[in-house]
């Protein structure tokens, strides 16, 4: 079927902050969105998402392929509620038939067995960007980087090769790390830093973020950073110093800048010794050759382009394993990789 002609795929990734959506349209990713959905609020927040969607895509006609995280927000009694609702609020807002979820090797199930099946929907948006990349390389360590968590997948001989599924299996056997590049607190990633030539413990309280950390060291994209800060004000460089300093009980003033700004590279130095620790266990326990590169996604894929220098790696852009894309806004397919991996892969699957 010609292109034109073809019908559409849509992609929603429901995550707990973000709803991340991609449109493929014959063999072309036409367009990325990345929407903020704090859906912890309660299930309105995702209601105005649809919404938004709605009013910027004609998904009438389309198809639609899901997979989500959102389930673990404590709005929820337990995952098995969040899978539900969430299924219930897209069915009622798509209004549509052709709306599918994805369940990891059971493929994309309709609404129903969905709810039954809610242990493989749950969380599985890692393994759909995973199977994407098995299908274009034969071996890699994935490595995508979000706002909230990190996802470190190793492929091999075309297949990905984990040990854990669900988010609690992940953890333990390190393919999961629960840092991002910005909604993550500053003392889930530091115990001290050196300031003023004093080392200086961190205070357990949420001051800061690591949002704050990389609009100081300037890698923030500003189409990622859509999130209130911690306290509401500004998000320019000198109210996420002042955020920081707050964090090891200081304040500051224009004239301080460097010095806050040093105590964000620390900060930054070890937020990557924590993915490459983790990285490390994935390459060992694996026996991964040394030729394996990288393959960065996520808003935060400029830390994965670090690691891959550092562990001596070629570094793959996620957005390069796609042969025919058109997106016309800021975001790239690299900023939303669920979401493409579950509009292509329904797109042969469903």
């Not at 209004?95 to 809610?118: C, H, N, P, Q, W």
Request: charged share 20%; glycine share 6%.
């Amino acid at each position: 079927m010609p292109p034109d002609l073809a019908q559409s795929v849509i992609g929603w990734d429901i995550g707990g902050a973000h709803v991340k959506v991609a449109n493929m349209h014959g063999d072309v990713i036409s367009n990325i969105f990345q929407l903020s959905c704090p859906l912890w609020k309660g299930l309105q927040e995702l209601s105005r998402c649809i919404e938004s969607i709605q009013e910027s895509l004609d998904v009438s006609h389309s198809k639609h392929a899901i997979t989500m995280t959102g389930e673990l927000v404590d709005h929820f009694d337990s995952r098995k509620q969040g899978v539900a609702c969430i299924v219930d609020e897209m069915n009622k807002k798509l209004s549509t038939d052709e709306i599918y979820f994805y369940a990891g090797d059971m493929g994309f199930l309709d609404s129903s067995r969905a709810v039954k099946e809610y242990e493989k929907v749950a969380s599985a948006n890692w393994l759909a960007s995973s199977q994407y990349v098995a299908k274009k390389m034969e071996r890699a360590l994935f490595i995508d980087i979000g706002s909230t968590t990190t996802d470190i997948v190793t492929i091999e001989n075309n297949e990905v090769t984990c040990e854990g599924y669900t988010d609690a299996q992940r953890l333990v056997a390190k393919e999961l790390v629960y840092c991002g590049v910005v909604r993550t607190p500053i003392f889930a990633i530091c115990n001290n830093a050196l300031i003023k030539n004093q080392n200086t413990p961190v205070i357990n309280e949420y001051f800061s973020n690591m949002a704050d950390i990389y609009r100081i060291t300037g890698e923030l994209p500003e189409h990622a950073d859509i999130g209130d800060t911690l306290d509401g004000r500004s998000k320019d460089i000198m109210a996420s110093a002042r955020r920081l300093a707050r964090m090891f009980a200081h304040d500051v003033n224009s004239s301080e800048l460097e010095i806050w700004r040093a105590v964000a590279m620390q900060i930054r130095i070890k937020q990557i010794q924590m993915v490459k620790d983790a990285c490390r266990h994935q390459l060992m326990n694996k026996s991964i050759s040394l030729d394996t590169p990288v393959v960065g996604a996520g808003v935060g894929r400029f830390l994965a382009k670090t690691l891959a220098a550092e562990l001596g790696r070629e570094y793959i852009d996620y957005e390069n394993l796609f042969d025919n894309t058109s997106v016309g806004n800021n975001f790239s397919i690299s900023d939303c990789a669920p979401a493409a991996a579950v509009a292509c892969l329904a797109s042969i699957q469903i």
